[in-house]
């Protein structure tokens, strides 16, 4: 999802933790570290084992306070968990450019708030009247992985198994930054002032999560590079396999390699699709793509994309096409690139309203093919994380190629900076401990 100019006040607003030789870009700006750690005071809960009670307890978390300014870390109240919530000690969170977009102001959402949504934790506490279903299969201690759609599990769409539409994670979490009795979990340590949530607020210690939208984390898998399974292949999986239903033997395009147009190549090669093509800006990039399952590479600034796309595929272009960038330019390349009959799947979240955020059609040309154009936001918790989970145990997909950029909790800023500047093949993360 991916929008990515970036501009001196991103830059401003991005500011925030200092840089490390690890993940320094030719991006000249210096960090101004704003980090408010406030090292002894209150009680840091970090030793292994710790499991909450009702005691009071303090927890740090990352606030993007609004557009310009830069994110700091602040102490929270620690979150409290209702009735099927779960209180979760994070241990890793990928940085979206979904995240990146709320950071630019092109995406509307209340704040100040705590961003990060990819993510994998330890289970701490239930809240009371948790079903008891759930407590067994996620006992205290037990590994977990977070999808960035939390389903409510009883609204129209969830009970028709179409979660990833779920409707109060849509009007509470994403319009109003809360869960959905409509309050935030999140409260500043002394003032209370509330912070949103968006989806759970994973950049931070601990975080308060709906109980459909876990799966659990089997031992073989890592904390750190298992949480790209809650957004980028979770967001992949919903295009490949509900959106374009990839069959095997289809021919794929996949417009945009960063984190999450990388995981629909690795998801469309283990659906079977045998000629996939990756099309990006950056060389670096599309050569990374092969090892992700791209047959084709196309350099679209050096080639034009369409038609060599319609010359690999006897000029009749790709059974399915999957844009993940987010941006009118490339919505017409992937209408463009599919045979008469095919599908143009737009997983790229653009900037709201008139910023960039409309696309054209050319409706001749979509009446006569038979052009399907078909929208993606994500993948369903309830039924699809876990078989992704699966996927990763068997090494269908590949979650160490996947994560290609590791930062601490304290650089969250500069995992944003990058991810603007483009220079992250595949998936940065962060880990938290
Ligand atoms: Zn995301
Ligand atoms: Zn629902």
Not at 148 to 174: H, Q, T, V, W
Not at 240 to 265: D, Q, R, T, Y
Request: aromatic share 8%.
């Amino acid at each position: 999802m991916a929008f990515c100019r970036s501009s001196l006040l991103l830059r401003r607003a991005l500011a925030g933790s200092r840089r490390t030789a690890a993940s320094c870009s030719s991006s000249s700006y210096a960090f101004r570290g704003q980090r408010r750690y406030s090292g002894g005071e209150g009680t840091t809960i970090s030793a292994p084992g710790y499991h909450v009670n009702s005691g009071s307890s303090y927890m740090k978390g990352s606030v993007f306070w609004e557009k310009d300014k830069p994110i700091t870390y602040e102490d929270f109240e620690m979150p409290r968990p209702k009735a099927n919530e779960v209180l979760i000690k994070i241990k890793a969170c990928g940085a979206c450019h979904s995240d990146l977009h709320v950071i630019k102001g092109d995406l509307n959402f209340p704040l100040p708030c705590i961003l990060g949504h990819e993510i994998t934790g330890e289970i701490v506490e239930h809240g009371p009247h948790t079903d008891t279903k759930f407590i067994q299969r996620y006992p205290i201690g037990s590994k977990a992985i977070g999808a960035f759609i939390m389903p409510c599990g009883s609204c129209f769409y969830c009970s028709k198994g179409e979660d990833d539409l779920c409707e109060p994670f849509f009007a509470y979490n994403r319009a109003k930054g809360t869960l959905y009795d409509g309050e935030t979990r999140l409260f500043l340590r002394g003032s209370r002032k509330p912070v949103y949530m968006f989806s759970m607020g994973g950049l931070a210690e601990y975080c308060v999560m709906p109980t459909n939208g876990l799966t659990p984390l089997p031992d073989t898998l890592p904390y750190a590079e298992s949480s790209v399974l809650g957004c980028a292949v979770f967001t992949a999986y919903g295009a490949i396999a509900h959106a374009a239903e990839v069959k095997p033997g289809n021919s794929v395009a996949v417009i945009g390699i960063g984190g999450v147009g990388s995981s629909c190549l690795q998801i469309a090669k283990a659906f079977g699709a045998t000629q996939i093509i990756a099309v990006d800006v950056q060389d670096a990039k599309l050569e990374t793509a092969k090892t992700f399952g791209a047959t084709h590479a196309i350099n679209s600034r050096k080639e034009d994309a369409i038609a060599k796309i319609k010359e690999l595929t006897g000029g009749r272009g790709v059974d399915i096409a999957v844009e993940a960038l987010g941006g009118p330019k490339t919505f017409q390349q992937c209408v463009q690139s599919v045979r008469g009959g095919g599908k143009a799947v737009m997983i790229g979240l653009a900037a709201s309203g008139g910023k960039g955020g409309i696309g054209e059609v050319d409706i001749i040309q979509l009446v006569r093919r038979k052009i399907k154009i078909i929208g993606s936001y994500g993948g369903r918790a309830m039924t699809d994380l876990p078989k992704l989970v699966e996927l990763a145990e068997q090494g269908v997909f590949n979650l160490e190629s996947a994560v290609t950029r590791r930062y601490k909790f304290d650089e969250a800023a500069q995992a944003f900076q990058d991810l603007a500047n483009r220079s992250i093949v595949g998936r940065g993360i962060i880990e938290i401990v």
